[in-house]
């Protein structure tokens, strides 16, 4: 039986081993991106324990083994080992599945979306023509950074200094926007 869990440890250490490896070189990573921008398989892998994966099941494998192992040099024998591996395992393929699942819910590749910028305000850079015929640049902040977007609008020109506000994205890298409907209601007050 010390045979068994030793080939047990052995396996899955080697394809604990492996793994570590090829992560080295990044191979075996997936870094597949779905059409809404979501890294594939990250939005599945937040929500539940991924218990036979195979890292969790190489490593419950591995500590089965360790525990069989531990066990067996007890004077209690197979009798220590049996429950010994069997919790283990267990608990190291949990332990594995929730790790992962923490490092994956730490995952971003910090790409700005620019679809983000819809709704929010922002100030006119580099003054933008009216009626559409040319574009200017607005700073905006999305995703806790400023960002310098070129912008186009239907209304009159738009001055350096004006608040804006984005009203669509019209290309990869340019929104329309209006003048901020929330900038124009303040008064100016005499002192």
């Known amino acids: 039986m010390t045979s068994f869990f030793l080939t047990c440890a052995a396996l899955g250490g080697a394809v604990l081993l492996l793994q570590l490896v090829l992560g080295l070189f990044g191979i075996g990573d997936d870094h597949a991106v779905d059409h809404h921008g979501i890294p594939a398989g990250k939005e599945s892998l937040t929500h539940g324990l991924h218990l036979f994966s195979v890292r969790a099941l ?73 009626d559409r015929s040319g574009v200017g640049k607005v700073h905006v902040t999305l995703q806790n950074r400023l960002v ?38 303040v008064p100016n007050v005499a002192v």
């Open 58 to 130: 190489s490593a419950g494998i591995a500590f089965f083994g360790v525990g069989g192992l531990a066990g067996m040099s007890t004077a209690f024998g197979l009798l220590a080992a049996v429950p010994l591996a069997l919790i283990s395992g267990s608990v190291a393929t949990v332990a594995v599945a929730a790790i992962m699942r923490a490092m994956m819910r730490l995952e971003d590749d910090g790409t700005v979306q620019i679809h983000g910028a819809v709704g929010t305000s922002g100030t006119v850079y580099l003054a933008i023509p009216g």
């Open 148 to 185: 310098e977007l070129q912008a186009v609008t239907s209304q009159q020109s738009l001055p350096t200094g004006s608040r804006v506000l984005v009203i669509d994205v019209v290309g990869p890298d340019t929104v329309d926007v209006v003048p901020d409907p929330i900038a124009l209601e």
